[in-house]
């Protein structure tokens, strides 16, 4: 029986590990422990430092102006040239700047205002149309030139606008249609940004199978557009409509080379024309008039942004089918 204990310890110890063997002699102080990864939850999403920063500093980068334009609105024509930006002055002049901005000039804000509303009514809403359109088509039917079409709305979409602007101008004056609001409003139906969004987008979220479907029951090609394509195009249909509208409403230099009547200038072009006023001699400085014009221009975009926002989800087809 001794010699069989004998044996067995022996082999018993050598199996231990040897953090085991060394917390039996006495050295477990000595021995370094091994760190453990953190699991990483799908609900906690992992830090990142230098992402952190790089949001502040974007952030920084958007709201400081924001912030300066919401300060020296509030201030004087004598406040913006004797008080720091960032700060207020000891006069608050935000009300009496925004009653002498729409009563200047015999209140030609109030009617640049109008025009840019005309020129975003029936330029970024008929451009969101005719994108949605064109979008829907080339995404669910099959035609010959279909890559072609494809080829000639990518190459669109590299060109600048501003490179297309001089012969627009050419083609316009020969049409007689300079210097009206048609000049602004039938360059701005033509965007290819919106109708490749739109192309993409209806690719994706408009399932085949449903349209198959509304066909089977009886509905036309115009009322399965309408009532099935139209509700399941919506979030596409936002993000268009307010890329126009924002392109549409700070356009600055198309309406800058079609336009000479002040009586149809846009809000841009208007409240350049008030700060050029400065340069002339026995012009009226008026650069606090100006910046509050600016912060009621951009009022309506983000009016706009908040009301839209709840449009922006997708996914707004999902389950519909069943795979």
């Not at 502040?56 to 720091?84: C, E, F, H, R």
């Not at 002055?89 to 205002?113: C, E, Q």
């Not at 080379?257 to 012009?283: C, R, V």
Request: charged share 10%; net charge positive; glycine share 8%.
């Amino acid at each position: 029986m001794s010699s069989t204990s004998s044996t067995s310890s022996p082999v018993t110890t050598a199996s231990q590990p040897p953090s085991a063997q060394s917390g039996q002699s006495g050295g477990s102080k000595n021995t370094p422990r091994l760190r453990t990864r953190r699991k990483h939850t799908p609900g906690r999403p992992k830090r990142s430092v230098l992402l952190t920063v790089l949001t502040g500093l974007i952030m920084l980068y958007t709201v400081v102006p924001l912030v300066w334009l919401v300060i020296s609105a509030t201030k004087t024509q004598d406040g913006l040239a004797n008080s720091s930006g960032l700060w207020f002055s000891h006069d608050f002049a935000l009300w009496d700047n925004i009653s002498k901005t729409f009563t200047y000039h015999d209140g030609i804000f109030v009617r640049w205002l109008l025009n840019t509303l005309l020129y975003v009514v029936l330029g970024a809403g008929g451009a969101t149309l005719l994108a949605i359109l064109g979008g829907y088509a080339l995404a669910k039917f099959s035609f010959p030139g279909k890559r072609a079409v494809f080829a000639v709305v990518i190459g669109a979409v590299a060109v600048p606008g501003t490179a297309l602007a001089v012969p627009t101008f050419l083609m316009f004056s020969k049409m007689g249609l300079t210097d009206t609001p048609w000049a602004v409003i039938i360059p701005s139906l033509v965007s290819p940004f919106g109708l490749y969004l739109m192309w993409v987008f209806a690719t994706e979220a408009i399932p085949t199978e449903l349209m198959e479907a509304a066909r089977i029951d009886g509905a036309g090609e115009i009322r399965t557009f309408f009532q099935v394509a139209m509700p399941l195009l919506a979030p596409g249909t936002v993000t268009v409509l307010l890329f126009t509208t924002v392109a549409t409403w700070n356009n600055y230099f198309l309406p800058l080379i079609m336009l000479k009547d002040p009586n149809w200038y846009p809000l841009t072009l208007g409240l350049d024309s008030w700060n050029s006023q400065a340069q002339t001699i026995g012009g009226d400085v008026i650069f606090n008039l100006v910046i509050t014009g600016s912060l009621l221009t951009i009022v309506p975009l983000i009016a706009a942004f908040l009301l839209l926002q709840k449009y922006w989800q997708s996914g707004l087809a999902a389950g519909s089918v069943k795979e």
